[in-house]
């Protein structure tokens, strides 16, 4: 019965994502064309044109969240708008390739500038942007930065139901990245594996692991890089407090000046905007076996035991 009942919720979901896409505020998020990028190259930021930036490691609801900038009409709210390049930069940045950036930063740069110009603020958020916390925030200036980040056990089951490392069970002996055949380039670059003699016991690993492994990593190394940067305001975002919290969303509008404020109901139709629901996960903690929960909290207490210490300060 319960499956059943997902299974038609699931559905409804759909049709009203689906609904969204012919929206006025869908029309805001179609990624631009560098034709039209390069248009907006010599805009000139004003005190009143405000930049976010947001990172997180992936189903951490920042599709969400972007959706709550981009329903407001000085807003654009972003999540993955270039996710082709912004995941061949997290591939360049975890492997330290000798490849240059600026080309990623001017595209990321023209896109804010384009927002400002056209609806004076612009919120961009991608998990690909990761592992560039600190050059990104050195290169773009940003009014804000957020750190969105969710349960490490809902994270890991969502992430698991992805098909993520779904293609290593039977690889057990690599020495570098793969090219990944099974779907597209993009998750080529999108799914990273360990660097150095880590990567050996990490093929070792169950599935489970491998993505606590990269839960735990990409965490880190934002929460780290959050802690140097000075001179911005640093907001934390934890998925299980804000979701679907009316009083968070009034604070975030107090912040940043959201013009026609949405109500409680609006407010809680903003998820079905978002695509990418959590739906019927196929193998959640309580399934789990004994090995992968001890490698789950063994690979946490050894990588990043902060999350319990986190707190979303909207």
């Not at 019927?280 to 903690?285: G, K, M, Q, S, V």
């Given at each position: 019965m319960l499956i059943l009942l997902n299974q038609v919720n699931n559905f409804f979901y759909k049709i009203k994502n689906k609904l969204f896409n012919f929206s006025s505020e869908a029309k805001?998020?179609?990624r631009p064309s560098y034709n039209e990028l390069i248009k907006y190259q010599n805009f000139q930021r004003k005190d009143n044109n405000i930049l976010a930036l947001s990172f997180g490691a992936g189903r951490s609801g920042q599709n969400w969240f972007s959706k709550i900038f981009n329903s407001h009409t000085n807003w654009v709210g972003t999540c993955e708008r270039f996710a082709d390049y912004e995941a061949f930069y997290r591939y360049v940045c975890f492997y330290n390739l000798p490849i240059s950036k600026d080309g990623f930063f001017n595209l990321i740069e023209l896109s804010s500038k384009r927002d400002m110009a056209k609806y004076q603020n612009s919120f961009i958020s991608s998990p690909y942007l990761s592992f560039g916390v600190e050059e990104l925030t050195i290169k773009l200036k940003p009014n804000s930065i957020f750190f969105n980040i969710r349960n490490p056990i809902q994270t890991v089951e969502s992430l698991f139901n992805k098909g993520w490392y779904l293609n290593f069970n039977n690889q057990k002996e690599i020495y570098s990245p793969m090219i990944d055949i099974s779907d597209s380039q993009y998750r080529s670059f999108s799914r990273i594996?360990?660097?150095?003699?880590?990567?050996?016991?990490?093929?070792?690993?169950?599935?489970?692991g491998k993505i606590t492994w990269f839960w735990s990593v990409v965490n880190n190394t934002i929460y780290n890089d959050f802690n140097k940067i000075q001179k911005v305001d640093k907001f934390f975002v934890k998925l299980e407090e804000v979701n679907q919290n009316y009083n968070i969303y009034e604070k975030l509008s107090k912040k940043f000046n959201f013009e026609n404020k949405l109500t409680e109901s609006q407010f809680y139709k903003v998820l079905n905007k978002a695509?990418?629901?959590?739906?019927?996960?196929?193998?959640?903690?309580?399934?789990?076996?004994?090995l992968e929960k001890k490698e789950f909290e063994n690979i946490i207490n050894n990588i990043f035991p902060h999350y319990d210490k986190i707190s979303t300060n909207i």
């Open positions: 805001k998020l179609k594996v360990p660097k150095g003699e880590f990567l050996k016991e990490w093929l070792s690993l169950t599935r489970i695509s990418n629901n959590d739906t019927n996960l196929i193998h959640t903690y309580k399934n789990w076996n004994n």
